[in-house]
């Protein structure tokens, strides 16, 4: 049922973060920037919230369910007024009372929402997707209001029309099909007009038109949906850093800027915490293969990073290093009674449960143990839920007590090309074991593409800087 592509010049995808459209000069850039783009290429817009209203927003949720009228009530007066304010700067005095408007509709929609969570003292998650993607729908308005007045033929769009998604409200996933029918039929028509479309990102629905959110920080992922939907050519990512880099550079001073990186890699570097990219929102464009860049709005002319399918030209070894340096490291020992898939299945099924994000796994099966790091913030939870798991088992002494070393880091080290080549594990912990860093545990991705380990908390920028002088990436 898909429309045909239409474009004549390539289809790009934009996508501007909170502190992209941060403040009214910020976003005065991004028109610039859009404007910049339009001679060569044909442009569909998607934008996050302004900086920090989607937090606001959610803490104005939950003093509404606890019943802190004075605390929702003025959350949402600073949202109109910040939004008001924006409106006030940028646009010329006879655009401003339609955009008004808008403003006041939606913020008293927020307020609605709020009453009814303090009327029954609880948020649902569905409701509270309606409310957190407000930030979203203001922003998209806003945005293309300063288009048009800037002379672009921009048209605001609300995502709950183009993306589909599943009802796991807070964390929705896209049903791709029936996304990509609903995205060409509309978005087609529109740039064929000449028009730009200008999206809420992070705002999606179910196929019965209930609005969903695509988790925290899921405007990239609406772009990289778009994107993969449209065919476009690329999708851009604006931020407020220059691109990937080897390292934490707060930790390495010699990090440096990546001007390409592979799918593969900046899965692992996201999944593990690097902060330029929403984990999820690398799927749709890799199955594609379309090249993703991240660029800075601060620093438009900076080169940024690329990102496709495989690096040209790459050295053999590690690109680029992360961590997280708040972890704990939990070992379950079945002693010799349970057997290793049965101990693997009901922790893994309990962890499933908990929809816990493991970072490390390492096991024996001949001892019957398996250790495994998580994040510090599940260290209590996941806990109680083992200790209560095989309480039985403990009771009959069919296994030891649970083990929880707290205070952990992970660091991963990432690189497409240290596949195949030898002497890559051995360099880097050399490396390790000249500077005295002791390794709790060890993990190597069967895509060859990461290397994972444990150590102390407070050995973790220390191991980080080891790991990049030895492979100077
Ligand atoms: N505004 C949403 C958030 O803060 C989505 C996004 O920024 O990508 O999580
Ligand atoms: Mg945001």
């Avoid at 920090?52 to 019943?67: C, E, F, M, Y």
């Avoid at 629905?205 to 992922?221: F, K, M």
């Avoid at 990102?307 to 070992?331: D, E, F, H, K, W």
Wanted: aromatic share 4%; hydrophobic share 45%; glycine share 8%.
């Amino acid at each position: 049922m898909s429309s045909a592509t239409p474009q004549t010049r390539p289809l790009l995808v934009m996508k501007f973060g909170g502190t992209s459209v941060g403040s009214a000069e910020r976003i005065r850039r991004v028109a610039e920037i859009i404007r910049g783009g339009l001679d060569e290429r044909q442009l569909v817009i998607v934008t996050s919230a302004v900086a920090g209203v989607t937090d606001k927003l959610v803490q104005a949720a939950v003093a509404a369910s606890r019943g802190l009228e004075e605390e929702w009530r003025t959350i949402a007066e600073e949202l109109a007024h910040q939004h008001r304010a924006m409106v006030g700067t940028l646009l010329p005095a006879a655009e401003q009372p339609a955009l008004l408007h808008r403003v006041e509709q939606e913020i008293a929609q927020v307020e609605k929402l709020c009453a009814g969570f303090s009327l029954v003292r609880e948020t649902t998650p569905r409701a509270m997707d309606v409310l957190a993607s407000t930030g979203e729908v203001l922003a998209a308005d806003l945005l293309a209001a300063v288009l048009q007045a800037n002379g672009s033929q921009a048209v605001p769009l609300d995502a709950a029309h183009l993306i589909i998604t599943d009802d796991k409200f807070g964390n929705a996933t896209p049903l791709l099909d029936e996304t990509t029918d609903r995205v060409r039929q509309q978005l087609f028509p529109l740039l064929a007009q000449g028009l730009i479309p200008v999206v809420t990102g992070f705002r999606a629905a179910t196929p019965e038109g209930a609005v969903t959110t695509l988790g925290r920080g899921g405007s990239d992922y609406s772009a990289t949906i778009l994107g993969a939907a449209l065919d476009a050519a690329e999708v851009w990512i604006w931020t407020d850093v220059d691109g990937v880099m080897t390292a934490d550079p707060r930790a390495v001073p010699e990090a440096h800027l990546l001007s390409e990186v592979a799918y593969g890699e900046i899965l692992e570097l996201s999944f593990f915490g690097a902060k330029v990219l929403q984990p999820q929102a690398i799927r749709p464009v890799m199955s594609k293969q379309i090249p993703l860049h991240i660029k800075n709005t601060m620093n438009p002319g900076g080169q940024g990073t690329r990102i496709c399918q495989s690096v040209s030209n790459s050295r053999p070894g590690v690109r680029a290093i992360t961590s997280v340096s708040q972890a704990s490291m939990l070992t379950v020992n079945g002693k010799h009674t349970l057997s290793f898939p049965q101990l693997a299945s009901r922790l893994f099924g309990a962890l499933e449960q908990e929809k816990v994000a493991t970072l490390i796994v390492t096991q024996s099966s001949a001892e019957n143990v398996i250790s495994f790091a998580i994040h510090s913030l599940d260290e209590a939870r996941i806990r109680e839920r083992l200790e209560k798991l095989f309480e039985l088992e403990r009771l009959h002494g069919y296994m030891e007590p649970l083990e929880v070393l707290s205070n952990v880091g992970v660091v991963v080290a990432v690189g497409e090309n240290m596949k195949g080549t030898p002497g890559i594990a051995g360099r880097l912990f050399g490396a390790l074991g000249r500077r005295g860093i002791n390794v709790i545990a060890i993990a190597q991705g069967s895509s060859e593409l990461s290397i994972s380990f444990a150590v102390r908390s407070a050995d973790v920028d220390e191991a980080v800087r080891a790991v990049h002088a030895e492979f100077r990436p």
